[in-house]
Structures are given as C-alpha cells and as structure tokens.
C-alpha cells in the first residue's frame, strides 16, 4: 500500500529523564509544521576496504546512526497570554529557559547549563519514527508581507521504525499567524533608532555533537551558540543614523520587534547588544535599502543575547 506524503504528525514531549520517552499524546503536544524534512538514519560509515582477487566496493558498516527532523513553525501565539505556545517545547529542547508569568507573558531565553531534552514522535501515513534525547538548534526569519516562521533541525537518538497508527493531533493552541507588515508588526527599534525594516533573521548556530563514546552512554550534546542574522532597512542619512560609523567601532545597541496585535498572539524578539556588521547597499522598489549582518551579543551576565516573550 502506499504511503501518502500529506499524512504525516509530528509530537513533541519534554523528558524528564534524558532519553526516556515521556509518551507524547496527539492531544497534548502535536506541533503543527511545514516544509518538514526527515532524516530516519543519519550514519556514520567505516568503509571495511577489503581486498580480493576481483573488481568492486566493499560494505560499508554504520559507526553511528541518529535521526534528524527540520520544519518550519508559524510564528504566533498560544491565544491567551501567560499560557505557552505550541513551539516552545521545542525552544526548550534548543537550549532556551522557559518563564511564564500566569496571565501576563511566556519567555525564552538562552540558558548555558541543564538543557532540556525531548522525545519526538514522527508518524507517516501509519508507519512510526521515534527520536529520543532530541536537542537541536533553530533560526527565526521575518520578511515584509510573508508569514514569519520559526526554523528548527533537531538531532536525536534512532529508535526502530515501527508500524502504527497515527494520532488523532489537536492544533487548538497554534493561531492563525499574521503576515509581517506596518501594521501587524511594530514597534520596530534598532540601536534606539526607529527603523523601517524590510527583513530579520536570528540564527542561534548552534553546536549539537551526537556522542557514543566507549564507556558512555549515547547522547546529543549542546556544546555552544554563536547566534546571528541579518537585518534590511530602509537607508539614512548619516545626520539621520549613522550605521556606518556604528558597524566600524562595533558599536552594539538594542533591538526589539513586536509582531501580532491581540493580547495573547504578541510575539517580542529582543536582543540588548546586538552588533552591526557589513553594511551593503541594496535595492527594494526603486528605494534604497542597507542589508547589515548582526551578531547576538551577551552582556557581562550572559545567557541574554536575546529573548522571545509572547504576551
């Protein structure tokens, strides 16, 4: 029988214990994706190279194997503040702290010490993909007149496939997302200075290392972050900002960016030392615009290069 590509859930679940499978419910902790892209066995091969009296390739032997998943998640949130979107386990599982403030706000944040850990459960048309002691790392993009979205690539421990059937997913907590633009997404500031913003990106680059050490135990790690992106916005006169001298002296300021209108599907990216780099003229509609990479950059505290609060 074949399979259909259109019928595919994916669940997500925080461990308790690392690697132990919490039990995802259809219920409680479907995610609702796109784009999405799995990788059941990712191996490392050793290559046995032997040598015979005739012509062809060896086999090869799997050294390692662990299974990857990448989707996009639209950005918005749960519909009640205080209450946690749908994709903040997955924040969590990216090495990001969770605080929520009852009725008020929900924050990630980076955190350097006791990363969390999910059981992912990945189901196609009746044939099911488990991945234990799941970590990964994510981008955010938000562009003019596109729905802003959240990208992940998470890396964990292969399971064996299985045949089941699927999960009844409820999706109730993922709202309807708004597309960025003058007015779904504002207030806009960069270095205090009230920008008009074509496109943003973060990407946390995070470190994630498969390990299966003799004398361990199988695992992903999270070794480290370098988080950065790029930012377009319409260009100044120097009088105006000078983004030229900024980005020469490595000059950091703030940034924040408030999509969605409704309590409750508000989404804040902010980052209080963010470093402009490369400045370069480019053209948008006959008007010129600055594209600028940007560095993440974590005060003396740390683990406060950014924040993503939903209120």
């Not at 799997?62 to 950005?75: K, T, Y």
């Not at 409704?262 to 209080?272: F, I, M, R, Y």
Request: glycine letters at 8%.
């Amino acid at each position: 029988m074949a399979l259909l590509s259109r019928k595919k859930i994916v669940l997500a679940k925080i461990e308790a214990t690392y690697g132990t499978d919490p039990t995802p419910t259809g219920a409680a902790n479907a995610i609702l994706v796109r784009n999405l892209n799995l990788t059941p066995q990712d191996s490392d091969f050793v290559d046995r190279n032997l040598i015979r009296p005739y012509l062809g390739r060896s086999p090869q032997i799997p050294a390692g194997i662990r299974a990857m998943l990448e989707f996009e998640v639209e950005l918005a949130g749960s519909g009640a503040a205080g209450t946690a979107p749908g994709w903040g386990v997955l924040l969590r599982a990216c090495g990001c702290s969770e605080t929520v403030v009852a009725s008020t706000s929900v924050t990630y944040a980076p955190i350097s010490s006791s990363f969390e850990s999910a059981t992912i459960y990945f189901n196609v048309d009746g044939v099911f993909h488990k991945i234990t002691g799941a970590r990964g790392t994510f981008s955010l993009q938000m562009s003019v007149k596109q729905i802003p979205v959240l990208k992940f690539t998470l890396t964990g421990i292969y399971n064996a496939v299985t045949d089941s059937a699927a999960p009844t997913p409820t999706y109730t907590i993922f709202q309807t997302p708004l597309p960025v633009t003058n007015i779904n997404t504002t207030p806009f500031t960069l270095h205090s200075y009230a920008a008009v913003m074509s496109e943003l990106t973060m990407d946390l680059s995070a470190n994630i290392v498969h390990r299966t050490l003799v004398g361990g135990s199988e695992q992903v790690l999270f070794t480290d972050r370098q988080p950065q992106g790029s930012i377009t916005v319409e260009a100044t006169t120097v009088a105006a900002m000078d983004w030229w001298t900024r980005a020469k002296n490595s000059t950091t300021g703030a940034l924040s960016v408030t999509h969605g209108i409704v309590a409750g599907n508000k989404v804040t990216l902010a980052a209080p030392n963010l470093q402009l780099t490369k400045p370069t003229y480019t053209d948008m509609d006959g008007v010129q615009m600055l594209q600028m990479g940007v560095n993440y950059i974590p005060s003396s505290s740390g683990n406060d290069e950014f924040s993503i609060a939903c209120t």
